[in-house]
């Protein structure tokens, strides 16, 4: 699978629109890139999920370019309770994620 | 109400003995996980099944068993030969259709071991 980097940690203050970049070079053809959110003591939460371009939910947007070599998670709005640890993971057929150490986003008032 | 259960949420053993940790889900799915996390670190892959009566390591097996003897259960082992067992233990299910790209995770259950 894909090796992916993200910055360790981010911080950002209530309100603000929060964009959370990952390289992953050498992702396969058919791997699709999937964001997970995980507040401390508790199991990762799926956010989104996209293969190349633009999509988005309620949550949040993912942007995709064309060498789908690199992903970006916007957060509109962030308020205190986005507050949690991101992680970028490519996504293979056979549903196996390898988990990274994620970004740790700090929202302030 | 549908979802992964995990229990218990704490537990507490002795070094030299061997735990089990329970996962059911009423999800449905066919494939289920389970992840080891240590503090400030990301999720590592212990082993996983994608249908019942089958099941593959992963990254850090060993000290480990599982079975899959039915669908909605997954349970894991952790044996007095895994060498740092004290961590906070995550199941996940998912659907094992490829398209299928979300996994569900229960709570977690945090063990300690001394």
């Known amino acids: 699978l894909a090796k992916t980097t993200q910055p360790i940690s981010m911080d950002s203050y209530e309100g603000q629109e929060v964009n959370i970049t990952c390289s992953h070079n050498n992702i396969a053809t058919n791997d699709y890139i999937t964001w997970y959110q995980q507040f401390p003591s508790q199991g990762p939460r799926f956010i989104i999920q996209?293969?190349?371009t633009k999509v988005t939910n309620e949550v949040a947007s993912l942007f995709i370019p064309a060498d789908r070599k690199s992903s970006t998670l916007s957060l509109p709005r962030v308020s205190l309770s986005d507050t949690a640890v991101y992680y970028c993971l490519p996504r293979s057929d056979t549903g196996k994620l390898i988990f990274g150490q994620g970004t740790t986003l700090q929202v302030k008032p | 109400d549908g979802g992964i259960t995990q229990s218990p949420k704490y537990l507490f053993r002795k070094e030299g003995q061997n735990v089990t940790l329970s996962c059911e889900q009423n999800?449905?799915?066919?494939?289920m996980y389970w992840y080891r996390q240590d503090p400030g670190q990301g999720l590592r892959l212990i082993y996983y099944?994608?249908?019942?009566?089958?099941?593959q390591k992963g990254d850090i097996a060993e000290g480990y068993s599982v079975s899959r003897e039915k669908k909605e259960s997954f349970p894991l082992t952790v044996t007095s030969a895994q060498k740092n067992p004290t961590a906070f233990y995550l199941c996940?299910?998912?659907?094992?259709?490829?398209?299928?790209?979300?996994?569900?995770f229960g709570p977690g259950t945090r063990l300690t071991v001394t």
């Open positions: 999800l449905n799915h066919d494939a």
């Open positions: 996940a299910s998912s659907p094992r259709k490829s398209d299928a790209y979300e996994q569900y």
């Open positions: 996209g293969y190349k």
């Open positions: 099944s994608q249908i019942v009566n089958d099941f």
